[in-house]
């Protein structure tokens, strides 16, 4: 019968037709071996690892739980309910607990970027495929990761170490010990591939004198961490960068703070913003939008409402010299004046409040607002359009030169080659401030100066540990029964890798 | 329904005519008298065709026509037997009349009744899965946004919501036998003639004419990886042969806001303000503003359809117009409606081709409510002005501006949004019949779809939220296509007792994806709209909320299926499939999986020591046992796919960063469920009564869910694994009864009852754990600030967990169980309900009087809890000032406390709703009149919910992770009255 055939015929159609055919056609996405095969595409990839930087300073970020946990910002509720949580107290008064959000964001900041430098070096170099800058690229992403990792040490001190892209197994935790011979070893091993000028091509990547800058960081503290004195390896660091020629202090304090401020030969390892290219909620530039309010929107022509909840911290705005013109060029406070110039009836801010306001809430006048990173006003700005064009230093050549000084100072050397430094020295003048004598220059006058030369730009915790003031009192802190000086390994991570151990001040 | 069942889709009026000429050759060798006479049905009037007329004891009788005209021969005293598919059989004695005039009345049950099973068609007697049909005359009455308002509470155990009230532009969202996934989405696959997958909104819901629920395992596993979530297939009105018949309706309708959020109206507002909040008197700006009532409108929707059908057995074709333009309450919120579908059937090459084809163009244009305008005049200062002076920027609003602080009258003026659908829909389906084997036959439908969307919205420079942004502008385009191929060889025959249907079957089916966007702001001025996107400087000066995109993307899915129905003597049934699916959407060695099933059945009433048990006329046992797949995923999951996302700065200027969004998991395979069902179907008491009860007990496995993975070494700290598993098992009743059954009053009800219980058995293995797991959407903002529902191995999904609400203390603040310093700790919170309601219930009436018609449909869902919104954040005085509160908080002023999460605002969900009401007359007119029927219909709907709930609507959104939540952007609720006109000429 002929029909017995029938679905033999069906199957040999269908068969025939290749109809078993499951593959996916992927558009608008880029494949693995697409990636690899693109020689453009390679090298721009490679900028996934710096565009992970751009996360560091927004609203929960590692730069908001580092400057939370110093002495340098309050962020109680504010006069209309808004900040009501209680995130930022706890950290003011250290108390630090593993699930807390900006412990997470933190660690997360850093661990994702070490994961993305892993992916970077793995797949260029599965590749196979040589384009131009390809072993500087390589050695960029070694010691990009090496900074990760250093930031990752610095808060969290034993971290999981994983720098292999292709192995998927649990990574082992490693104390700061191993952590800071595999960082120098990164950065010593990669230094010499990288670009070794600063100039617009390469600003904002990891050229030899932010690796400088990063040793010097890391050796400067190897005595807190590993309690080995590695201050004259410091010093050689910092030398590496003032040696080379490429930074200057710049004129004005506030060039280092401009919309747009590429051409600031300060700058040693920028992250750049961009109103245009970084306007994500996570990745966008809005300090300003977490300090101001209504009234100074206005001011400034800000086209939205800022959010009024980050404020100076008492103590912290105490600190400064009076004669110290930093302070106005950082905070405001005092009488506020609108756009047109006229002064704001009722609305003086008072920088120095009580510390019960984690508690009460805080008054709109209470508390200087930033405006050191100078405010956007050419109208690029919108009210769905937050971000600005400031750029955020995360090395700049006055902490270098005043890492110099303090290399000097804890070997019990003499300082004069800092203090004989004219670049040194304009640090304090161009502040109006006079210049430092070699007698001045002391460990607690170091810490201040660092703290008014580099206020909310993220190094006062690590400063207050390095310097040994980290658990005394402070506005709203109290001295705490331990120490705290590492943050404890956030709940949900610790939950995912049975390798690691939670910290010891949190056990 | 009016016509003669025969078996196996061989059309069925070829084959009716060629057995009524057998029939006639026969009559004429008869003796006696001609009669000759009419049947109509008893309710409508109307003529009935393809009714059998026998003549009792003899096998001689005849069938009737499309007029509902019949003529025999009978010898006087002889008896005629009249039956006829969902109509009552009839016996009349025939006297000395030589013409009879027949009324036959409705049965409740018919087991003869065609049930669609997916690649083909059985009968009610002979199925052996949990399907449920319902026909045209058992749909809920009024009107819908879509078809699928037809079904609410209508079939047990599919639960139908529309979760947003009044919106002409709503779509129902459903639920067949509870959650089964963690991630994928619950709709039942939608089947409209044969095409998968059509979205409801292209089919007319006046032209459906029935609906085949595939409830279980066993039924839906033909349709593999789409079957977990059930099946609905849609069959609508198809060609007709006979005259021309030209149908007319048209409705008119009204809407009333019934439920909604109340804030305080400015009375109210003032002496909240005064007494319970003097600080706040500074926000009171003298003026009695009704916000709500400034953005909304008495909603009028009209809707005009025109059928035209008709033809020869070789060619016929039915075709529909359909224009419809509806209003929603609020303001500009549109929704017009064009559509047009043909279907014609055609028979060649002498009985071995059948032809059916499908066409169906429609375009829907529309304007999407804009949900946060209702939130902002609840909010809006009631003392505020509308208008007011203020620098120009404002644009003449009274200018008050803060964050989540807009002006909702702005927001509708200063926003234009247009949205439009175009959808065309081919299919064509050709039969070929193997005559010289009886029974079998090759089928093969091809079938494309298409829409083609275009959304332009325009917010002038004026709009709240947008204001500096100098106008913005976006224009969106998308095409989604789609072409299945199906072809299947289906044998139906019998050898004695013995009956067999077999079939075999192949299906494929690609569908492409792909969109673009732009968006500009900065304009000059806003008199263009979106019509002159490149005036905008926005994008030029490079702005980031300016921009273009497109993106594109496409999936496979291939089926081969094989499927055997045996039964002997219509008493031992029994059934098996199998079906080997894949998708181009898993990991490469995880593409193709196998799903099979069994069902057997045993009708118990066909047995010779049933034969005595006169009040039972139909009982039969069923049994299944089948797995389904779940395949509701997002394409490429399993692979490594770089995006371009974000900007990086190198040489002095930005480059386009490249990263892959997710960690690919190449293991990534089906979710497999399967399900056990037991029933029974049954029927007593001469068919008056008549129902089926099912056991269900479905274990969906290898679920999906983002588990939170190590970063080192992963990329992203989440990754989809298969790891959860879920258990839904319930019962399910559905009862049909005639309780009165007269010659002039006739009552039939319906009564449905559903239970099912949530489990989810499993949700960590060794690899993939998750410490917390809260579900994203049950996130609840400021003031609330918590997770108010925890995914938790051995509870149900939705389950609430939440501080101890006791009542509120002598300070005013809310008393919490175990509260240190007015909190407590995460830890001592305690469960506070599932959102899944205990039991559901459906009750549907149909009530006839001469004429008249009444049909009213009740539902009723008792138990489950909801979380009110509206009370959470807004029921307390301390947020009074310059934004409102609930008027309610009036009723309990001695609160006041801040906004604290706990059970207080976890509310018992259970409510009562007549839904459904429609009173109709019919007009019967003689045949030759060119009119032949009029029928005017006035219908209610959703006009009554008793609950002790206190916010909009206990009957929220049960599907997905977060069930139960009242949407804080929500629509408001409305009654809506429909006038209808239907005449047939």
């Known amino acids: 019968m002929k029909t017995k055939y029938i679905p033999s015929l069906l199957l040999a159609v269908v068969l025939g037709a290749g109809c078993t055919d499951l593959s996916e056609d992927v558009y608008s996405q880029i494949g693995f071996d697409q990636l690899t095969q693109d020689e453009h595409l390679l090298s721009s990839y490679s900028g996934k690892a710096y565009i992970r930087l751009q996360e560091y300073c927004t609203e929960q970020s590692l730069w908001t739980l580092n400057l939370q946990a110093a002495d340098e910002c309050a962020v109680p509720k504010n006069s209309t309910g808004s900040w009501a949580e209680p995130r930022y107290g706890e950290i003011q008064q250290h108390n630090f607990v593993p699930s807390h959000k900006f412990i997470r964001t933190g660690w997360d900041f850093c661990l994702r970027g070490v994961s993305d430098c892993n992916e970077v070096l793995y797949v260029t170099d599965a590749a196979g495929k040589d384009f131009e800058g390809k072993a500087r690229v390589m050695a960029e992403m070694h010691v990009l990761r090496a900074f990760y990792y250093f930031m990752a040490v610095d808060g969290w001190g034993n971290v999981p170490f994983s720098i292999d892209f292709t192995d998927k197994s649990l990574p082992e935790q490693k104390d700061r010990a191993f952590m800071f011979a595999f960082i120098e070893k990164e950065i010593t091993d990669n230094i010499d591939k990288l670009y070794p000028d600063n100039t617009s091509k390469t600003y904002g990547r990891m050229t030899q004198g932010a690796a400088w800058t990063l040793l010097a960081k890391l050796y400067l503290n190897a005595l807190e961490w590993i309690g080995t004195d590695r201050f004259a390896d410091a010093e050689t660091a910092c030398r590496k960068v003032i040696d080379s020629g490429q930074y200057v202090i710049a004129d004005r304090y506030k060039d280092n703070f401009e919309v747009g401020n590429q051409s600031c030969r300060e700058m040693v390892f920028p992250i750049p913003f961009s109103t245009t290219y970084t306007a994500s909620d996570h990745n966008a530039f809005i300090i300003y939008i977490l300090t101001l309010d209504a009234v100074n929107a206005e001011k400034f022509n800000i086209p939205t409402e800022p959010w009024n909840g980050f404020v100076c911290q008492p103590d912290f705005f105490q600190l400064y010299d009076p004669a110290d013109t930093r302070c106005a060029d950082t905070w405001l406070y005092g009488q506020q004046y609108d756009r047109a110039g006229a002064a704001v009836a009722g609305y003086v801010i008072d920088p120095v409040f009580v510390d019960n306001k984690y508690v009460d809430g805080r008054a709109q006048t209470d508390g200087a607002k930033l405006w050191k990173w100078s405010y956007q006003d050419d109208g690029k700005l919108t009210s769905d359009q937050a971000g600005m064009d400031n750029h955020f230093a995360l090395f700049r050549y006055a902490d270098v030169l005043l890492m110099y000084a303090e290399s000097l100072l804890r070997q019990g050397k003499a300082v004069a080659p800092a203090t004989g430094m004219a670049d040194f020295q304009k640090i304090r003048t161009r502040a109006g401030l006079v210049p430092f004598t070699d007698a001045q220059l002391t460990l607690d006058a170091l810490l201040d100066e660092r703290g008014a030369e580099l206020a909310w730009e993220g190094w006062r915790r690590q400063d207050l540990i390095r310097f040994g003031k980290w658990n005394t009192a402070w506005w709203a802190k109290p001295v705490t029964a331990k120490d705290y000086k590492l943050y404890p390994i956030p709940t949900e991570r610790l939950s995912v890798n049975p390798n690691l151990d939670q910290n010891p001040d949190y056990k | ?985």
């Open chain 2, 1 to 985: 329904m009016n016509l003669v069942n025969l078996k196996w889709s061989i059309p069925r009026r070829f084959l009716a005519t060629a057995l009524m000429s057998v029939l006639m050759l026969s009559l004429s060798a008869q003796q006696g008298q001609e009669v000759t006479g009419l049947v109509k049905d008893a309710a409508s009037g109307q003529p009935v065709a393809g009714v059998s007329i026998q003549i009792k004891g003899t096998t001689s009788g005849a069938i009737t026509d499309g007029r509902g005209a019949f003529a025999v021969r009978v010898a006087a005293g002889n008896t005629l037997t009249v039956s006829c598919i969902g109509y009552l059989t009839q016996e009349i004695a025939v006297g000395g009349q030589t013409h009879i005039v027949i009324s036959l009345s409705e049965s409740a049950v018919n087991m003869e009744a065609v049930v669609k099973i997916g690649y083909g068609t059985s009968t009610k007697k002979e199925i052996t899965g949990a399907i449920t049909t319902i026909r045209e005359e058992d749909l809920n009455r009024g009107t819908f946004t879509n078809a699928a308002g037809l079904l609410q509470g209508k079939v047990a155990g599919l639960n139908i919501v529309n979760p947003r009230g009044g919106d002409p532009n709503a779509q129902y969202e459903m639920v067949l036998r509870g959650t089964n996934s963690l991630t994928s989405g619950s709709n039942p696959l939608v089947i409209v003639d044969g095409v998968a997958g059509v979205d409801m909104r292209n089919v007319n819901f006046q032209d459906v004419e029935s609906f085949d629920v595939l409830k279980d395992g066993s039924a839906a596993a033909i349709y593999g990886t789409r079957g977990t979530n059930g099946v609905i297939i849609i069959t609508t009105k198809r060609a007709r042969s006979g005259v021309t018949q030209v149908e007319y309706d048209g409705q008119l309708n009204l809407q009333a806001v019934t439920r909604r959020a109340t804030s305080m109206t400015a009375g109210e507002f003032e002496y909240a303000v005064r007494h319970y909040s003097p600080g706040n008197v500074d926000k009171l700006y003298g003026f009695d503003t009704d916000w709500f009532d400034l953005i909304t409108r008495t909603p009028v929707s009209h809707k005009h359809t025109l059928t035209i059908s008709g033809g020869s057995e070789l060619f016929s074709h039915r075709t529909m117009l359909n224009i419809e333009q509806n209003q929603g309450i609020q303001k500009k919120n549109d929704s017009d409606k064009y559509m047009f579908r043909t279907n014609i059937r055609q028979k060649a090459l002498k009985g071995w081709l059948d032809l059916d084809y499908n066409a169906f163009m429609n375009k829907r244009k529309y304007t999407p409510s804009n949900d946060g305008a209702f939130r902002q005049a609840f909010l809006r200062n009631p003392t505020e002005p509308v208008y007011g002076a203020g620098d120009e920027r404002y644009g003449g609003y009274y200018p008050n501006y803060a964050m989540d602080y807009y002006n909702p009258v702005a927001m509708i003026d200063e926003r234009d949004a247009l949205r439009e659908a175009d959808n065309i829909g081919l299919s064509a389906r050709a039969t070929l019949n193997i005559l010289p084997i009886k029974g079998l036959k090759w089928d093969n439908m091809l079938s494309f779809g298409q829409e083609s969307y275009e959304g332009r919205t325009y917010y002038t420079k004026y709009y709240p939220s947008m204001l500096g942004s100098g106008g913005v502008a976006s224009i969106e385009h998308s095409k989604d296509s789609d072409y299945q191929w199906e072809s299947t060889l289906n044998y139906a025959g019998a050898i004695g007792l013995h009956r067999l249907q077999a079939l075999l079957g192949y299906t494929w089916e690609k569908a492409f994806s792909d969109g673009s966007g732009m968006t500009n702001t900065q304009f000059d001025s806003d008199v263009w709209g979106t019509d002159n996107i490149g005036a905008g400087a926005g994008w030029k000066q490079g702005d980031p909320t300016a921009g273009i995109n497109s993106g594109k993307s496409s999936h496979t899915y291939i089926g081969f299926f094989g499927r055997a129905m045996y039964n002997y003597d219509e008493r031992y049934l029994a059934s098996v499939s199998v079906r080997r699916d894949g998708s181009s959407r898993f990991g490469q060695d995880q593409k193709w999986g196998w799903f099979p099933a069994v069902s057997v059945g045993w009708r118990i009433s066909r047995e010779q020591f049933m034969r005595e048990v006169r009040w039972v006329d139909e009982l039969k046992l069923r049994a299944g046992y089948g797995v389904t797949g779940n395949q509701n995923f997002d394409n490429y999951m399993s692979l490594v796919l770089f995006q371009s996302k974000n900007y990086w700065y190198s040489d002095g200027q930005w480059y386009q960063g490249y990263t892959p969004l997710s960690n690919s998991n190449p293991k990534l395979r089906w979710e497999r469920k399967s399900e056990w069902n037991a029933g029974v179907d049954f029927a007593l008491l001469k068919n008056r009564l008549s129902g089926s009860i099912d056991y269900y007990r479905r274990d969906a496995k290898d679920l999906l869910y983002q588990y939170p993975v190590s970063v080192p070494p992963y990329l992203v700290e989440t990754m989809w694994a298969n790891v959860a598993t879920i258990r839904n098992s319930g019962v399910e009743v559905a009862l049909t009864g005639i309780p009165v059954q007269g010659k002039e009053f006739r009552w039939s009800s319906t009564l449905t009852f559903a239970r099912n219980a949530n489990k989810l058995v499993k949700f960590a293995n060794d690899e993939f754990r998750s410490a917390n797991a809260y579900p994203s959407g049950s996130w609840l903002p400021t003031p609330m600030g918590a997770y108010c529902q925890r995914i938790t191995e051995g509870e149900s999904l939705g389950s609430f967990y939440a501080p101890v609400w006791e009542g509120v203390g002598a300070d005013g603040k809310d008393i919490l169980r175990g509260a240190v310093a007015g909190s407590v700790a995460e830890s001592k919170w305690e469960r506070a309900g599932s959102a899944y309601p205990d039991f559901t219930l459906g009750w549907s009436n149909a009530l006839t009087y001469k004429k008249w018609d009444l049909n009213a449909t009740m539902r009723a869902s008792i138990g489950g809890k909801v979380f009110n919104s509206y009370r959470g954040n807004y029921e307390n005085i301390n947020f009074i000032g310059q934004k409102n509160i609930l008027a309610s908080w009036l009723d309990t002023p001695s609160f006041t406390g801040n906004a604290v999460y706990s059970s207080k605002y976890i509310e018992d969900a259970t409510y009562f709703k007549i839904d459904n009401l429609q009173l109709g007359y019919t007009f019967a007119f003689v045949p030759e009149a060119m009119v032949k029927k009029l029928r005017l219909s006035f219908s209610a709907q959703n006009f009554l919910t008793l609950t002790g709930y206190k916010g909009v609507d206990p009957e929220v959104a049960l599907a997905g992770l977060a069930p139960g939540i009242e949407e804080m952007s929500y629509y408001p609720r409305t009654a809506v009255f429909t006038f209808g006109v239907n005449m047939t000429f």
